[in-house]
C-alpha cells in the first residue's frame, strides 16, 4: 500500500470514528458503537474500553467487540497496574506488543493472540480509559500507531462529552428521586409505613443489601428500628439493639456526621448483620440541631458509595429531618397542615421545572432540543421494528434577524411564540412531536408518514404562519412573516440512521430559501444503496 493510500485509509477511518462519536451522548452505547468499528473498520481482532476508577484503584470493562472466544464482559473489573491494560491505565503511557508470548504482564484472553495495543485516552492530563487492541498476526505497529492514537485523542473528547451527558442526566434524575420520596412522605397520614418503602426505594434504586432507619427513643439513647428493606428477609428480632455510641450508626449520631466505612472489617465499632457486608454508609438526620435518627445503609460492593451518590443520600436525610422532626411531635399530620402544604407546593414547583428543563422550551411550550432528540432515536428505533416509513419537517422564520432588529426582541419572541403555536395545531396527530429545533427553527417528527403527508401537512402549516398576517416590514416582496419548510422521509429499511433524516431535511430547508423562502421543499430520495 503507498503512503497516499495509507493517508486516505487513516483519514476514511479516522472521519468513520469522529462520525460516531457524534451519533450519541450515552456512553456505554457509543463506546460499544467505536469497539465494534475498530473491529469491523479497523480490522482489529479484539477491541475493549476499559474505564480507569482512580478512586477505587480499578478498571472497568465498559465495551468489548471481539471475533474471538474471550471471558471478557462488560463490568470485568482489575486492579490498577494488573496485566498490560492496568499498567497503561496506571502509568498514561501506551504500550505495543508484537509478540505477546515475551511480554512478563502479558494477560491471554484468548488461544492465538499474537499482537496488544494498549493506548491511554486521556482528558485534562488524567487517564479516563484505556483502548485495548489485540490480533492473532502480526501487525506493523510502527505504521498503525500514529493512527492509533489520534483515534484515542478522538475517543477522549467523545467520552468527556458523554460524561458531561451522564452527569447532568443523573443530577436530574436524582432531584426526581428525592421529589418522588419526599412526595411519599408528605403524603403519608403515618410515617412508619412510608419510611418502610422509601427503605425499599432506595435499596432498588442503589442495589444495596440493606437499607435501615433508626430513631432516637426521646427518653433514653437507645435507637428504635422504624424501616427495614434487605435483599433478603431479615427478622426484626435478629436486628442487634442499639444506642447512641455504638455500633457504626450511633457513632454518626454521637459525632452528628456521616460515617463511611468502605471495610467494615477495620473498623471496631462494625457490628455484623448481613454477611456479605463490606461496606456501611450511616447518615444522620438532624432538624435545627437536634439529633432524631439515622439512615443507614450497607453493600456488599464499596464502589456503589461514590461521592454523588453519598450526596444524594445526604440531601434526602437532610429533607427528612424536618419530616421527622414534626412526626415526633405529633402523629397527626392535619395539625402541620400549613408547613407540609407548603413544602408540597416547593416540591411541586421544583418536579415542573425539572421537568421543563429536561423536555420543553421555556419560551414556546414545545419540546426542547433535547426531548427532540430523543423522540427522534426513540421514532426511528421503533420505525426499524414495525417496517413503517418515518417523516421530518425542519422549519425557519424567513428573515427573522431583520425582525428582531426592527421590533426589538420581545416582539421577536412574542412572534416565536404565535408560530410556535400555529405549528402545534398543524401537526396535532398522535405521535407527532413538534419542537423548537434552535433559535427561530422549529421540527416536526411524524412518524408512519410517507413523503406526500408530510409535504401536504408543511404546506397547511407554512400556509396557516402566512395567514396569520404577523407584520414584518423589512421581508422581501412586502410579505407577513413567514416561514420555509424542509421535508424529507426515509424508510427503516434503508441503510440509514435518524442523524441522516435530519441531515435531509436540513438540506431540503437549505433549498427552499434558496428558492425565494415561503415555501415547501422535499429532500431528494436517496440512491439505491446510498
Same mark, same amino acid.
Given at each position: ?12 477511518l ?5 462520525r460516531?462519536?457524534?451519533?450519541g ?23 475493549? &474500553?476499559?474505564?480507569?476508577?482512580? $478512586?477505587?484503584g480499578? &478498571? ?7 471475533r474471538?472466544?474471550v @471471558?471478557?464482559r462488560v463490568?470485568?473489573r ?9 499498567r497503561? %491505565? ?18 491471554a ?5 499474537? #499482537? $496488544? ?9 488524567? #487517564?479516563?480509559a484505556v ?6 498476526r502480526r /501487525? ?12 484515542a ?5 467523545a ?6 451527558? !451522564? ?6 434524575q436524582?432531584?426526581?428521586?428525592? %421529589?418522588?420520596? *419526599? ?26 443489601? *440493606? ?5 432516637? !427513643? ?9 424501616? +427495614?428493606?434487605? /435483599?433478603?428477609? +431479615? ?5 442487634? +439493639?442499639?444506642?447512641?455510641g455504638r455500633?457504626? +450508626? ?10 463511611l466505612?468502605?471495610d ?8 455484623p448483620?448481613?454477611? @456479605?457486608?463490606?461496606a456501611?454508609?450511616?447518615i444522620?438526620?438532624v ?15 464499596p464502589?456503589?458509595?461514590s ?7 445526604q440531601?434526602l ?5 424536618g419530616?421527622?422532626h414534626?412526626s ?9 397542615t400549613?408547613?407540609l402544604?407548603q #413544602?408540597n407546593r416547593r416540591?411541586?414547583?421544583?418536579n415542573r421545572?425539572?421537568?421543563e ?14 426531548? &427532540? ?5 426513540l ?5 426499524? /421494528?414495525?417496517?413503517l ?8 422564520i424567513?428573515?427573522f434577524?431583520?425582525?428582531? !432588529? ?6 421577536? !419572541?412574542?412572534?416565536?411564540?404565535e408560530?410556535?403555536? #400555529?405549528?402545534?395545531q ?6 407527532d ?11 416536526a ?10 409535504l ?5 402549516a407554512?400556509?396557516r404562519?402566512e395567514?396569520?398576517?404577523?407584520q414584518?416590514?423589512?421581508a422581501e ?6 416561514i420555509?419548510?424542509?421535508?424529507a *422521509? ?5 441503510p440509514?440512521s ?6 435531509a ?6 433549498? %427552499? ?6 415555501c415547501?421543499?422535499?429532500?431528494a ?6
Open positions: 500500500m503507498s503512503d497516499s493510500d495509507r493517508e486516505l485509509r487513516a483519514l476514511a479516522l472521519n468513520e470514528i469522529a460516531v462519536s457524534t451519533e451522548l450515552e456512553l456505554r452505547p457509543l463506546l460499544q458503537r467505536m469497539t465494534e468499528t475498530l473491529v469491523h473498520s479497523f480490522d482489529w481482532d479484539h477491541a475493549g &474500553f476499559a474505564l480507569v476508577d482512580h $478512586e477505587h480499578e &478498571f472497568v470493562a465498559e465495551a468489548v467487540a471481539s474471538l472466544d @471471558d471478557i463490568g470485568h482489575r486492579p490498577l497496574g494488573s496485566g498490560i491494560v492496568g497503561v %491505565a496506571a502509568s498514561g503511557r501506551p504500550i505495543a506488543v508484537d509478540d505477546v508470548s515475551r511480554h512478563p504482564d502479558y494477560v484472553i484468548a488461544e492465538g493472540v499474537m #499482537t $496488544e495495543v494498549c493506548l491511554p485516552v486521556l482528558r485534562g492530563g488524567e #487517564t479516563v483502548l485495548n487492541l489485540e490480533d492473532r /501487525r506493523d505497529l510502527a505504521a498503525e500507531l500514529p493512527l492509533l492514537d489520534a483515534v485523542r478522538q475517543i477522549g473528547g467520552i468527556s462529552n458523554a460524561r458531561l451527558h !451522564d452527569e447532568v442526566t443523573r443530577r436530574v436524582h432531584f426526581e428521586l428525592v %421529589a418522588e420520596l *419526599m412526595h411519599a412522605v408528605l403524603d403519608a397520614e403515618e410515617l412508619d409505613p412510608v419510611l418502610e418503602r422509601v427503605g425499599q426505594r432506595l435499596r432498588d434504586r442503589f442495589d444495596f443489601l *440493606m437499607v435501615g432507619m433508626y430513631l432516637v !427513643d426521646p427518653y433514653s439513647s437507645r435507637l428504635d428500628l422504624k424501616a +427495614i428493606a434487605s /435483599r433478603r428477609p +431479615i427478622g426484626r428480632e435478629s436486628v442487634p +439493639i442499639l444506642s447512641v455500633g457504626i +450508626i450511633g457513632r454518626t449520631l454521637e459525632l452528628g456526621r456521616a460515617q466505612v468502605l467494615v472489617k477495620s473498623d471496631p465499632d462494625y457490628i448483620l448481613l454477611p @456479605d457486608t463490606t456501611e454508609l450511616a444522620p438526620i432538624y435545627r440541631g437536634r439529633k432524631l435518627g439515622a439512615f443507614n445503609f450497607e453493600n456488599d460492593r464502589q456503589v458509595f461521592q454523588d451518590t453519598v450526596s444524594l443520600l440531601l436525610c437532610d429533607q427528612l429531618g419530616v421527622v414534626l415526633a411531635l405529633n402523629q397527626k399530620l392535619s395539625e402541620t400549613e408547613e402544604e #413544602t416540591l411541586s414547583e421544583m421545572t425539572l421537568v428543563l429536561s423536555t420543553v422550551d421555556s419560551l414556546t411550550g414545545l419540546a426542547n432540543r433535547r426531548q &427532540f432528540d430523543r423522540m427522534l432515536d421514532e426511528w428505533r421503533r420505525a426499524i /421494528r414495525s417496517g416509513p418515518i417523516s421530518l419537517l425542519i422549519a425557519d424567513d428573515f434577524k431583520r425582525y428582531n !432588529d426592527a421590533y426589538g426582541h420581545l416582539r421577536g !419572541d412574542a412572534a416565536l411564540a408560530v410556535a403555536k #400555529t405549528l402545534g398543524a401537526f396535532a396527530r398522535a405521535g412531536v413538534v419542537a423548537r429545533y434552535g433559535g427561530e427553527e422549529f421540527a417528527l411524524l412518524p408512519n408518514t410517507v413523503l406526500e403527508g408530510a401536504e401537512l408543511a404546506e397547511l407554512r400556509a404562519v395567514a396569520r398576517a404577523i414584518h416590514r423589512l416582496s412586502g410579505r407577513p412573516l413567514t420555509s419548510i424542509g421535508v *422521509m426515509l424508510s427503516p429499511d434503508a440509514s435518524g442523524a441522516a433524516l435530519v441531515d431535511a436540513d438540506g431540503a430547508l437549505y433549498l %427552499a430559501k434558496a428558492e425565494g423562502r415561503n415547501v421543499r422535499a429532500a430520495p436517496p440512491a439505491d444503496g446510498a
